[in-house]
């Protein structure tokens, strides 16, 4: 369960405030992978910072009990002048891992990337593809109970679209996640509920194929 | 679960590894060069003002002189001027949840303070084996000189952190700073050759007191003016007061990407 209590949020803009959120509060329940839908700028990647704990409301709280991951499939925080491997070492050592488990994510994300000897060498001379393999690779490797996904984009040849595919299914029977995209049929095929964002206010619809139709009906008028 | 001092620690040691690996990984000398860069400093300084040195400061080896005053300084000057890029670059980093902008700062002053200490170590004994006693007349309050230079580099740090984390085209004034700061912290002459009138305005500095304090207690002859334990202590604690404020009144903008 994750709850939103009253949760304020606003950017700083040169013409003053601009609230994203107000005063908004609401619980989503517990199993579910939820779909979040909204025009741009609507704060869609905000309430996902939010719920992962990389921003905080103004006011208000986010609570949960839950394990959230990074938003998956983020390379951006990799420093070119390391390897992959030790770009991943630096991952499993914030998040406390002792020396055999980050041996095994370091063994997973390897065999997952099939990158060879790009493996060692600094992340600077990685093409953009090898990038997303190592950084899906590294999100799927850690156990969360939700994963966070913002905009996923297929990356890397159709082979490699299947395995993640295939992968990120078998994940969804223990855990949840929750989406961000602009393809409602991306959504409809990965998650439960919709979360439809509209000035500033959140509507939770139980049926994400519902959503998707309330969205669309609303941004029409 | 874990607890908060766990995952700090745990961010904290993250960020002490990768900062070493990307401080020195890329020279194929990387950690030799941590230890010749101060070398060639010395050896300048000791052409310059050698003559000078050993004149105005009879008992005093005057190479053991600017060691002490060169990798204290040196140190400083590092702590701040990387904490003051720490925040801006690793925003990217604040994504993984337990990341905090201040962690990259705790790492790189650690990993400052580790290069400073075997520097210094590694320096003196160069030294004693060219038969020069290197030992510290009271070693506690030389120490005691350098953890509150320590504590005001990070103070100072933080908020430079934090400033050019908001404002990144301030960090282009940081040479600036930098190359003065140098001339008037004392570390190749000591307050006292600083003709009398002049000292009042030297006395600002809170390095320069670190110094002086430090060498002070470092060699017994070494005549000392003006500097005050009280003045460094304050410094130290408000340095690093401000910058915890500064960080607290600004961390929701630190954290927005």
Known sequence: MIELKNVTKWYQTKKGRHYVFRDVSMIFPEGKSIGILGPNGAGKSTLIRMIGGSEYPNSGRVITKKNISWPVGLSGGFQGSMSGRDNIKFICRIYGLSRDETLDKIQFVREFAEIGNYFDMPVSTYSSGMRSKISFGLSMSFDFDYYLVDECTSVGDQTFRHKSNKLFDQKREKANIIMVAHNPQVLIRNTDIGAVIIDGKITLLDDIKDAAKYYSKVVKN | MRTAIQIQRSVIFAFFIRELKTRFGSYRLGYLWALLEPLGHILVIVAVFGAMGRNSMPGIEYPLFI???????????????????????????????????????????????????????????????????????????????????????????????????????????????????YFISGVFIPLSVVPEKFRVYFLWNPILHALELARKNYFPSFEHSGASWLFLVMSSLVSLFIGLALYRITRFKLLES
């Open chain 2, 67 to 181: 060691i002490t005053g060169l990798f204290p300084f040196f140190f400083f000057k590092y702590v701040w001027t990387r904490s003051a890029e720490a925040v801006k670059s690793n925003r990217a980093l604040l994504a993984y949840r337990y990341v905090k902008p201040l962690d990259n700062i705790w790492a790189r002053a650690l990993l400052e303070l580790l290069i400073f200490l075997i520097g210094f170590v590694v320096y003196l004994i160069g030294l004693a084996t060219f038969g020069i006693e290197v030992m510290p007349h009271r070693p506690l309050e030389v120490f005691c000189a350098y953890i509150l230079l320590f504590i005001f580099a990070i103070g100072v740090g933080i908020v430079s952190g934090v400033v050019c984390g908001i404002f990144p085209e301030l960090k282009k004034c940081i040479p600036f700073i930098n190359r003065p700061l």
